[in-house]
């Protein structure tokens, strides 16, 4: 049963972290003509499209996209407990579907600037990931980057909003008793 909720857990994350970097490239108005931008697109639009045609866009946002990842991050919270022997508690799972939907969010910019900070000591010249991951995290890292400009050459902008992340995460983790299950 461990091996089936591991499969389980990873395809659900999958789907969200597809999904959310979709909504996030298109915030951004990252290159869409890049590999990545492409794949994420690709990957995701057998279930977005339909979706669209139902559910139209905001101010910019693709509210499809938003609506089915926190539809999977949900999903997650009521299919694997219940595979478990648990009972379906839909209110309490749309509740820590939505938080892990806001923690999620905060772990992907996390790893984007850690993969980000890692390729920027061994990459040279143009690389088409480091240039979507520098469009992804610009807009965490501009407004410190306003406050703490550079200092001799090193950056700490990065070092402020990863303690920020930080901070949220353990927030989130102390309101749910079931925090254990992200």
Same mark, same amino acid.
């Given at each position: 049963?461990?091996?089936?909720?591991?499969?389980?857990?990873?395809?659900?994350?999958?789907?969200?972290?597809?999904?959310?970097?979709?909504?996030?490239?298109?915030?951004?108005?990252?290159?869409?003509? $890049?590999?990545?931008?492409?794949?994420?697109? #690709?990957?995701?639009?057998?279930?977005?499209?339909?979706?669209? #045609?139902?559910?139209?866009?905001?101010?910019?946002?693709?509210?499809?996209?938003?609506?089915?990842?926190?539809?999977?991050?949900?999903?997650?919270?009521?299919?694997?407990?219940?595979? $478990?022997?648990?009972?379906?508690?839909?209110?309490?799972?749309?509740?820590?579907?939505?938080? +892990? +939907?806001?923690?999620?969010?905060?772990?992907?910019?996390?790893?984007?600037?850690?993969?980000?900070?890692?390729?920027?000591?061994?990459?040279?010249?143009?690389?088409?990931?480091?240039?979507?991951?520098?469009?992804?995290?610009?807009? +965490?890292? #501009?407004?410190?980057?306003?406050?703490?400009?550079?200092?001799?050459?090193?950056?700490?902008?990065?070092?402020?909003? +990863?303690?920020?992340?930080?901070?949220?995460?353990?927030?989130?983790?102390?309101?749910?008793?079931?925090?254990?299950?992200?």
């Amino acid at each position: 049963m461990e091996a089936i909720n591991y499969l389980l857990k990873v395809l659900f994350d999958a789907l969200f972290t597809v999904l959310i970097l979709r909504v996030w490239l298109q915030l951004v108005r990252a290159d869409f003509y $890049n590999p990545i931008s492409q794949f994420i697109v #690709k990957v995701t639009n057998p279930v977005v499209i339909p979706t669209r #045609k139902v559910i139209p866009g905001l101010g910019g946002i693709d509210l499809a996209t938003v609506l089915i990842a926190y539809i999977v991050a949900t999903l997650k919270f009521v299919v694997i407990p219940f595979i $478990n022997g648990g009972a379906l508690d839909i209110p309490s799972s749309m509740v820590i579907g939505l938080l +892990f +939907f806001v923690k999620q969010i905060g772990v992907l910019a996390f790893m984007a600037m850690l993969i980000m900070a890692i390729m920027s000591w061994v990459v040279q010249g143009y690389n088409p990931t480091m240039m979507i991951l520098q469009q992804l995290t610009d807009p +965490f890292l #501009k407004p410190v980057r306003k406050i703490i400009p550079p200092i001799g050459g090193l950056d700490l902008s990065m070092i402020v909003v +990863f303690i920020g992340l930080n901070f949220l995460n353990i927030f989130l983790s102390g309101l749910i008793p079931y925090w254990r299950m992200l």
